[in-house]
């Protein structure tokens, strides 16, 4: 057993019967991370997710479950608990997460991606963190080269059991995202085009619904908290 403390992120607290509580964490130094929450934690004053700060946990050797003992909270990210705007994408974002990451898979880029949701690009920071997760969990799929005839896609594409087809080699039944989905996404990985990006929310919402239909796939689970997040962040 080791006494750790290390930045993190507390995304999700499941309650238990006798009142006490598992916590869902993403830590820089260990990954994912649950840690159990004894009674006294679980009252409303408790403790806050979806906002960085420093966490100090027993980890067991014996056991997936670690134990508790504190998180504080950075206040120099206090807007990312009023700012439904940050708060709903981080929301989905360890959704998915969560899927696609097992207990203490290691992904520092993470903690990079969630500390800059506070320039206020969120839509763009939201999907390209999206698009590190799947790449770095190693789940993105070729969006460069179409999977029937190798040549560039430039244009349309469209994806199919984790294959993605130019326009000539699309099958029936495959997911057509908005042509501009690609250009987007050909700028995750060039430091100049990305640089320059522009990501409107409706932008964001097309790519999105591109990358949750794959998730959706590759996991066999719909993802829920989507239709939930595609409703809110209209609206506010
Ligand atoms: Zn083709």
Redesign the pocket.
């Known amino acids: 057993m080791e006494r750790i403390i290390t930045d993190a992120i507390i995304y999700k607290i499941t309650k238990y019967a006798d009142n006490s509580a598992i916590a869902s964490v993403y830590s820089y130094d260990y990954g994912k991370q649950k840690l159990f929450l004894p009674k006294a934690y679980t009252n409303k004053a408790g403790i806050q997710v979806f906002i960085p700060g420093e966490l100090d946990f027993l980890k067991k050797d014996t056991s997936d479950l670690n134990k508790f003992y504190s998180f504080r909270i950075d206040t120099s990210y206090a807007e990312y608990l009023t700012t439904p705007a940050i708060s709903l994408r981080l929301s989905l974002y360890f959704d998915i997460f969560d899927r696609l990451y097992d207990i203490e898979q290691q992904d520092n880029v993470i903690w990079t991606i969630i500390t800059k949701y506070k320039t206020a690009e969120y839509s763009k920071i939201n999907i390209f963190g999206i698009y590190a997760l799947l790449k770095n969990s190693g789940h993105m799929f070729n969006f460069n080269n179409?999977?029937?005839?190798?040549?560039k896609?430039e244009e349309s594409g469209s994806l199919f059991h984790g294959q993605y087809?130019?326009e000539?080699?699309s099958v029936d039944g495959a997911f057509n995202p908005k042509p501009y989905v690609n250009t987007i996404m050909r700028a995750f990985s060039n430091q100049e085009l990305y640089k320059n990006l522009k990501i409107n929310i409706y932008d964001e919402l097309a790519v999105l619904d591109l990358f949750i239909h794959h998730i959706e796939n590759i996991t066999d689970k719909e993802v829920k908290s989507y239709k939930l997040f595609k409703e809110l962040i209209l609206t506010i």
Do not use: N, S
């Open positions: 179409c999977a029937g005839c190798g040549k896609i087809f130019c000539k080699c």
